[in-house]
């Protein structure tokens, strides 16, 4: 299952198992707070659905991404991993 949690411009996406953890490499670090990450649970099926709508995504966890990439909504050159967790930001500026 996926964390959804829907801001006023970004839908943050996130697997399960991440919310808590923090993650860093020699450049970069990511620490999943709950507070940003965990909204309501949901299925691949409402993921889809929400990718479809969504313009700003921020989305973290080797399962979400790959969600995306298998379904055109991100490029796997724009993902980028720290400690083998993937993690791609996209935003549409209008």
């Known amino acids: 299952m996926i964390y959804v949690k829907i801001h006023k411009d970004v839908i943050a996406m996130c697997d399960e198992d991440l919310i808590g953890k923090k993650f860093e490499d020699d450049y970069r670090q990511i620490e999943v707070s709950e507070r940003f990450y965990k909204g309501e649970l949901v299925d691949e099926e409402k993921i889809i659905e929400l990718l479809e709508k969504g ?34 930001q996209v935003y549409n500026i209008n």
Not at 56 to 63: A, H, Q, R
């Open 55 to 88: 313009t700003n995504l921020n989305l973290l966890g080797n399962n979400v991404v790959d969600i995306a990439i298998k379904r055109g909504f991100v490029k796997e050159e724009e993902v980028i991993e720290i400690q083998g967790v993937k993690h791609v």
